[in-house]
């Protein structure tokens, strides 16, 4: 088969750009999908400690990973194809963008490697503000971060960035670059092979991002005037008030049950407690090291409604 990804710019010039494209985008969907459910795990088991949905549409997707994706995808590419041949890259199979050599780890893979860190860190901080700026939502929160950046983006993240990149180029990309051609030759076919292109195929990828264009365009739009008139409305106070008054019930409950219990107890319960409070050592060292208040617990609950839906940020909160 024709290796048709060896070169973005070979196959600009053969005309076949806009099936390249197509790819890309297929690539971008399948990224968002994965990243909007790594994104729901993180945040149910380590961050907001519940199930929220952590993106600003409905659907299941995050665009930020789908970019993500592709732009790690694409500038692996260009360094395999623009680089000096005398600067080697790592090609395990010897098969990676059309370098039939085949190398282990070299120093040169330290060049894509750091761009994509710093990629994937300025897409963060662009994503974010174009979110808390235009949409006035806050998608994540870095603001007790050391070193953060209007709590878009911090060095701790950054890290995590690059170690992203060091296991994308090394373990990720020669497998994404194998599912990319096998994509391209399912979907325009493969003249070699004898394969016709699959129309329906490139017809139902056009309907899940004309779904997700809506998704965005309705999200945009109507999201922030929603959430802001229920929050004014009479229903919306009374039912805050309702659940505030639940919760009084409750603590009020648990007070009574805890006073009832013997002395012996107690004291137990209050050991318990104040060592469940105090951070394991390693835990300790990295939160000394990266937060601004070591103390300060994080309380995502102000972020979400009581449907897991982000809240529109107030505009003094922006400024």
């Not at 761009?115 to 174009?130: D, K, R, V």
């Not at 060095?155 to 990720?172: C, E």
């Not at 994509?183 to 325009?188: D, E, L």
Request: charged share 20%; aromatic share 16%.
């Amino acid at each position: 088969m024709e290796n048709v990804i060896r070169t973005l710019s070979e196959n600009v010039f053969k005309g076949k750009a806009d099936l390249i494209f197509l790819v890309l985008l297929f690539m971008f969907l399948v990224g968002c999908m994965l990243g909007y459910g790594l994104e729901v795990l993180f945040r149910r088991f380590f961050s907001a400690k519940r199930w929220v949905n952590p993106g600003f549409m409905k659907g299941p997707w995050l665009p930020l990973y789908g970019f993500g994706l592709v732009l790690m995808f694409v500038l692996s590419g260009l360094f395999y194809d623009f680089l000096p041949k005398s600067i080697a890259l790592y090609n395990p199979n010897g098969d990676l963008f059309g370098k039939g050599i085949a190398y282990g780890p070299q120093v040169g893979d330290l060049i894509p490697i750091c761009t994509i860190g710093i990629g994937m860190t300025l897409l963060e901080f662009l994503a974010g503000l174009i979110f808390v700026k235009g949409f006035k939502v806050r998608l994540w929160d870095y603001s007790n971060m050391k070193g953060n950046v209007m709590g878009i983006v911090c060095p701790l993240f950054s890290i995590i960035w690059f170690a992203i990149a060091v296991l994308y180029y090394y373990a990720i990309n020669p497998y994404v670059y194998t599912a990319t051609k096998e994509a391209y030759a399912f979907m325009f076919g493969d003249s070699v092979g004898g394969k016709a292109a699959n129309f329906l195929f490139i017809f139902f990828l056009g309907v899940a991002f004309g779904i997700m264009l809506i998704d965005f365009v309705t999200s945009a739009n109507l999201f922030s005037k929603i959430a802001k008139s229920t929050k004014e409305s009479a229903i919306a106070v009374r039912y805050e008030h309702l659940k505030e008054e639940q919760k009084k019930a409750k603590e009020e409950l648990k007070t009574k049950f805890y006073d009832s219990l013997p002395e012996v107890i107690k004291t137990k319960v209050e050991t318990v407690q104040a060592k469940k409070g105090q951070p394991s050592g390693i835990n300790h060292f990295f939160r000394t090291v990266f937060l601004i208040n070591p103390d300060k617990k994080k309380d995502t609950s102000s972020n979400y409604d009581e449907k897991g839906r982000p809240i529109k940020e107030e505009e003094e909160k922006v400024k």
